[in-house]
């Protein structure tokens, strides 16, 4: 048996933080064989640089994945492409650069993971994420033993879709981007753990990780005024998964909370 955690998008420097402080803990506690973490937040709340991709692999974070924030931060596509264990969303034009996916290995099991960006709601030039992951899975045939698709979606519909879609072809499929975890984690009929988000890793006194004042009061006027990362009530969250290392089904799959206190 191998276990997988995956931690939800950190959000600025609170969220780097939580990861910094918990994470070696963590992964002894509930050995952890992967930590896979979606960093789309890291930088102030929009994309990530590569000094910080560096200190989150450093606090033991195995590999990154982003969202549709991906190249909110200048230069950073210019990095992408000289660190290790950070891919981009696999379904983002060819030409991008990064890594389009990404394959640890522990204990000779190999984990295979990447990216789909939703297209309901979502104003990236992505390609069809259903076709992308079966494309990718085709891909990946004899290269891993197990694979972990991340879908970085709005709509829930879209991320349930794409469950049921590869449900029994790989070992989980699991959401993020709405910041919000869900309270849907399974194990599908075929195997496949599923959740539709695992939650963000950041301050939840907050919308979805930034001041609350700001963002109501651009509800209100629909002025543009800057939204600062918030910075209470900061917590990881994330889902760990059971892995069988024979079949590389899903065999638990759960929600995981930390409160920072
Ligand atoms: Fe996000
Ligand atoms: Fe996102």
Redesign the pocket.
């Known amino acids: 048996m191998l276990k997988l955690l995956f931690i939800g998008?950190i959000v600025g420097r609170p969220g780097r933080d939580i990861v910094a402080e918990r994470l070696p803990r963590l992964r002894s506690e509930h050995n952890l064989d992967f930590i896979v973490a979606n960093a789309?937040?890291a930088a102030a709340g929009a994309g990530i640089t590569g000094s910080l991709a560096k200190s989150i692999l450093e606090s033991g974070v195995d590999a990154i994945t982003l969202?549709?924030?991906v190249w909110d931060q200048r230069g950073w596509e210019n990095e992408i492409g000289q660190i290790e264990h950070v891919c981009r969303p696999a379904n983002l034009p060819a030409s991008n650069p990064g890594w389009d996916h990404l394959i640890l290995e522990k204990r000779g099991f190999r984990l295979a993971v990447f990216t789909v960006l939703g297209r309901t709601f979502m104003g990236m030039k992505a390609e069809d994420p259903f076709q992308c992951a079966d494309r990718m899975i085709a891909q990946l045939k004899g290269q891993a033993d197990a694979i972990l698709v991340e879908v970085?979606a709005e709509a829930t519909s879209e991320k349930q879709a794409m469950g049921w879609h590869l449900d029994g072809r790989v070992t989980a499929v699991l959401g993020?981007?709405t910041h919000v975890p869900t309270a849907d984690a399974c194990i599908l009929p075929k195997g496949t753990a599923f959740m539709c988000d695992v939650g963000m890793t950041g301050p939840y006194a907050s919308v979805l990780g930034r001041e609350i004042q700001p963002v109501i009061a651009r509800f209100l006027d629909g002025m543009p005024r800057r939204c600062e990362v918030a910075e209470g009530d900061v917590r990881l969250s994330g889902a760990i998964v059971e892995i069988a290392a024979s079949s590389a089904n899903a065999q638990k799959i759960e929600l995981l909370t930390v409160r920072r206190n």
């Open positions: 998008d789309e937040n969202g549709d924030h970085h993020t981007h």
